[in-house]
T-cell receptor, first 120, second 113 residues
Framework: SQTIHQWPATLVQPVGSPLSLECTVEGTSNPNLYWYRQAAGRGLQLLFYSVGIGQISSEVPQNLSASRPQDRQFILSSKKLLLSDSGFYLC???????????????????FGPGTRLTVL | AQSVSQHNHHVILSEAASLELGCNYSYGGTVNLFWYVQYPGQHLQLLLKYFSGDPLVKGIKGFEAEFIKSKFSFNLRKPSVQWSDTAEYFCAVNARRDYKLSFGAGTTVTVRA
């Protein structure tokens, strides 16, 4: 069965420090990968998605970046954190249907446990 | 782009009461519809989904949802809630073959014993 891991679970960082959050998926190949930020009362906001190694699409302009150095590894980074970067970050994966042009017709997404980031 | 609205921010009810959470979306094309649940301290997990066919779908833990295309709605229901249903519930929509899954703001459900 497939599993998705995120670490660290919680992180407290000072303003201006760098950030690296990691997400890995097991039990599947060639997944689509996603980074979301969850804010209280605002649902989940898609930050980045990736359909393959080195392929990153950004949904919103911000202080963050993403990379996918391996097929089942997705990293969220920042060079200098801002207070507004605090939040709960979720990684997700979905099946990539190559014949359908890169995404499954249904795009059911599976979520990791999340990382609680506090920037002070 | 599609948007999703959930009608209630916080719902409080007693055990054995019935639950209905509203969800409306704005998109004119073919959509996939989901309800996710996040229990305290746990992963966001899929409760149920609708892709096509019977508009009344049944999910885990006795939940069901009805897709009404003419109303652009996908309301979640449970006839009799339990204390363990205390959680945050999210409605989500994506256009068929789209990468982006759009979420509602979520509804916190508190069930009192």
């Amino acid at each position: 069965s497939q599993t998705i891991h995120q670490w660290p679970a919680t992180l407290v960082q000072p303003v201006g420090s760098p950030l690296s959050l990691e997400c890995t998926v097991e039990g599947t190949s060639n997944p689509n990968l996603y980074w979301y930020r969850q804010a209280a009362g605002r649902g989940l906001q898609l930050l980045f998605y990736s359909v393959g190694i080195g392929q990153i699409s950004s949904e919103v302009p911000q202080n963050l970046s993403a990379s996918r150095p391996q097929d089942r590894q997705f990293i969220l980074s920042s060079k200098k954190l801002l207070l507004s970067d605090s939040g709960f970050y979720l990684c997700a994966w979905s099946v990539r249907d190559v014949l359908a042009g890169g995404t499954s017709s249904y795009n059911e997404q599976f979520f990791g446990p999340g990382t609680r980031l506090t920037v002070l | 782009a599609q948007s999703v609205s959930q009608h209630n921010h916080h719902v409080i009810l007693s055990e054995a009461a019935s639950l209905e959470l509203g969800c409306n979306y704005s998109y004119g094309g073919t959509v996939n519809l989901f309800w996710y649940v996040q229990y305290p301290g746990q992963h966001l997990q899929l409760l149920l989904k609708y892709f096509s066919g019977d508009p009344l779908v049944k999910g885990i833990k006795g939940f069901e949802a009805e897709f009404i295309k003419s109303k652009f709605s996908f309301n979640l229901r449970k006839p009799s809630v339990q204390w363990s249903d205390t959680a945050e519930y999210f409605c989500a929509v994506n256009a068929r073959r789209d990468y982006k899954l759009s979420f509602g703001a979520g509804t916190t459900v508190t069930v009192r014993a």
